[in-house]
């Protein structure tokens, strides 16, 4: 999950070029709304971006659809929303373009700090610890024991931002595991089940089908609480391992001078959408839940794992081993 070093110098000078992004019609959308997302379709994220755009057409009496736009870890989608004439699009990505993307793979082609404001995160994802089903360790504390006796006999992997705290969990409690690189969930949680790889760390939700079927063990989820989607798996700080504390929370992100009445007015409805009782049974059954929704909420969130996420970068590195 390597971003190129390639850049395109036409996006670049069409970034440099645009003019201030507050402006709109006053009567807002004027058309059709773009969701652009770097999630395939499919995925977790794709899943509720879709029940966004679907609530959001009937509440807005215009159409909105969703663009998949995957690839370096959704920076090619952030760039596509970017270039995108103000108020025809919305990107809905995983809160690790914001917090980690900066981080990993600057320099960037836009500002994300002005290029991306952040409307709401409308459900909570869980974030969790798997390991091969026939694995010797039964626990978290298991593996990281089994892991550091054994110095660069293991493997891992995760999600971008996700690796950043396991990263530099790992270097402050002296283990030494060799990080394996993916391109996608897709490769990467089948050999994670084949024993080819001996651990990740990734959004239970794609992984939530495996662990029914046994073909995964979960072994602890890094959120505050334990998900609803299994309820019999501890959270990291039950496990003893409470600097492993993360939680996931992908957010809707609006175009730069969005003003701030319109920002909670799209939140405002998004809350209504994850309230419907047949959102709610759909969100839980993908191992997502609702999730409050608002712009000062996900700009404190935002913040406060950015912090942690800056730190980490600043102590141990930013960039996984190529």
Known sequence: MRLTKRRDVSALLAISALPARASVPSTWPDGPVRIVTPSPPGSSVDAVARLLADGLSRRYGQPWFVENRPGADGVVAAQAFVLSRPGSALLFSAAA???????????????????????????TDFIGFVVAPDAAARTLADFLAHA????QRLTWASAPGAYLILNAYFRANGIDMTYVSYRSLTTMLPDVAAGRLDMAYVPLAPALPMVRATRLRLLAVSNAERAAAAPEVPTAHEAGFPELELEGFPGLFGWRGMPLPLREEIAAHMRDIVADPVVVARLLALGLEPRPATPVRFEADLRRVGALYAEAARRYGARPPD
């Open 97 to 123: 373009i914001y917090t980690a993307a900066p981080l990993m793979f600057a320099p960037l082609l836009y500002d994300t700090v002005t290029e991306l404001v952040p409307i709401a995160a409308p459900v």
């Open 148 to 151: 550091k006796a054994m110095p």
